[in-house]
């Protein structure tokens, strides 16, 4: 059973472009959740999806947007990027949104460099 | 809001030396915690959750952690690190009480562990 997978593993960009990440969930997982970390930080949470929606947002600006498919992969896109951008960005899924806690099970990140 | 904090930026152990690392939690409900580990270009791996009940949790690699209601605490310990324990240690709470969706994390405690 594959993890959580990402892609691309590393990128560079220079400032004003825009990038796109990619996240495939757990097997049977419906939610995805995005998270940046930048470099000596803990994980900063973006916004997460369910059913094709996006549910809750963290603290980041309209530049950052996002996507999931119907088979529940997920795009973060991030537009006019800023040196500040640069940071892992953590994908993670879980099953559903029942009453019961469902655990993040996390990808192993996109490292993304703004030049 | 809720938010975790972990005082400790980086500890140095001696391998075969006990291990506690220390999380403190602002919560207005009984929360749920979690402690999670990164390796060096690894994504987050659960170490081990609390939900209810039993105040000592047991989690994965040998490591566990007590959750103290009166000390607003729920520290990770482990009595005997191996060199593979070197890594990033974060302590993460849910942003909300369902426990369904973002993750906040603490800035982190790097373990370097001495020969």
């Known amino acids: 059973d594959a993890g959580v997978t990402q892609s691309p593993t590393h990128l560079i960009k220079t400032r004003g472009q825009q990038v796109t990440l990619r996240c495939s969930p757990k097997?049977?997982?419906?939610?995805v959740s995005w998270y940046q970390q930048a470099l000596g930080q803990g994980p900063q949470f973006i916004f997460q999806?369910?059913?094709?929606?996006?549910?809750q947002r963290g603290n980041f600006p309209d530049r950052f947007s996002g996507h999931q498919f119907p088979n529940y992969s997920s795009e973060l896109n991030v537009n006019a990027l800023l040196l500040g951008d640069s940071a892992l960005y953590l994908c993670?899924?879980?099953?559903?949104?029942?009453?019961?806690?469902?655990?993040?099970?996390f990808g192993p990140g996109t490292r993304l460099t703004v030049l | 809001a809720q938010s975790v904090t972990q005082p400790d930026i980086h500890i140095t152990v001696s391998e075969g030396a006990s291990l506690e690392l220390r999380c403190n939690y602002s919560?207005?409900?009984?929360?749920?915690l979690f402690w999670y580990v990164q390796s060096p270009g690894q994504g987050l791996q659960l170490l081990l959750k609390?939900?209810?009940?039993?105040?000592l949790v047991q989690g994965i690699k040998g490591f566990e952690a007590e959750f103290k209601r009166s000390q607003s605490s729920f520290n990770l310990r482990k009595p005997s690190v191996h060199w593979s324990d070197a890594a990033e240690y974060f302590c993460?709470?849910?942003?909300?009480?369902?426990?369904?969706?973002?993750?906040?994390f603490g800035s982190g405690t790097r373990l370097q562990v001495q020969p």
């Open positions: 993670a899924s879980s099953a559903g949104q029942g009453l019961s806690y469902n655990e993040q099970f």
């Open positions: 097997s049977g997982h419906d939610t």
């Open positions: 999806y369910y059913e094709e929606e996006e549910r």
């Open positions: 919560y207005g409900a009984t929360p749920y």
């Open positions: 609390y939900f209810s009940g039993d105040t």
């Open positions: 993460a709470v849910p942003s909300d009480d369902t426990g369904r969706r973002a993750l906040t």
